[in-house]
T-cell receptor
Framework: NAGVTQTPKFQVLKTGQSMTLQCAQD?????MYWYRQDPGMGLRLIYY???????DKGEVPNGYNVSRLNKREFSLRLESAAPSQTSVYFC?????????????FGQGTRLTVV | QKEVEQDPGPLSVPEGAIVSLNCTYS??????FMWYRQYSRKGPELLMY????GNKEDGRFTAQVDKSSKYISLFIRDSQPSDSATYLC????????????FGAGTRLFVKA
């Protein structure tokens, strides 16, 4: 029972490089999310997808793009990485976008941009 | 000012102590309140959620919401070393679109 799986777990990028963070869930959830977690800032929402075929900006979308590839997969792309994007990135999913549903998180991707 | 404020700690207590973790929030439109536990190098996992004001109990954990003072609390009774983790509060709008704001998290150490 994998839940939410993120790849890679660790990544070091040089400024200006691009990369895609992958996320897949096997719980048949409709809604998926990308957060970043920084010391003293808590989790901040980057983008979310209420259902397959839709995506919306969250609190901190600048510098990122997302793709909801299918119901299972939701990827996050950094087109030109900057040191300010050094963070731990978490993917999460919920059954629906309803506010009282439990969010299941992946184990995170630790990204360092040098 | 952040919409959800949480003391980052760390908070260190002896095993068996009662732990009180707290958050304050500024947006009166928040109606759902959650506590997540996050172990080191892991993703957060939901502990409890409450709707509006009141208390909710689950084993050794009690969540309390006071909407009049915009204050939410998590109490842990008979704390165990396995409770050592970071605890994040989260507040969510009931209507008007998707918005969940997380606190920065309080790091808790329970010493055996």
């Amino acid at each position: 029972n994998a839940g939410v799986t993120q790849t890679p777990k660790f990544q070091v990028l040089k400024t200006g490089q691009s990369m895609t963070l992958q996320c897949a869930q096997d719980m048949n959830h409709n809604s998926m999310y990308w957060y970043r977690q920084d010391p003293g800032m808590g989790l901040r929402l980057i983008y979310y997808s209420a259902s397959e075929g839709t995506t919306d900006k969250g609190e901190v979308p600048n510098g990122y793009n997302v793709s909801r590839l299918n119901k299972r997969e939701f990827s996050l792309r950094l087109e030109s990485a900057a040191p300010s994007q050094t963070s731990v990135y978490f993917c999460a999913s919920t059954i629906t976008l309803q506010v009282n549903t439990e969010a299941f998180f992946g184990q995170g991707t630790r990204l360092t941009v040098v | 000012q952040k919409e959800v404020e949480q003391d980052p700690g760390p908070l260190s207590v002896p095993e068996g102590a009662i732990v009180s973790l707290n958050c304050t929030y500024s947006n009166s439109a928040f109606q759902y309140f959650m506590w997540y536990r996050q172990y080191s190098r892991k993703g957060p996992e939901l502990l409890m959620y409450t709707y509006s004001s009141g208390n909710k109990e689950d084993g050794r954990f009690t969540a309390q919401v006071d909407k009049s003072s915009k204050y939410i609390s998590l109490f842990i009774r008979d704390s165990q070393p396995s409770d050592s983790a970071t605890y994040l509060c989260a507040c969510t709008l009931g209507t008007g679109g998707f918005k969940t704001i997380f606190g920065a998290g309080t790091r808790l150490f329970v010493k055996a």
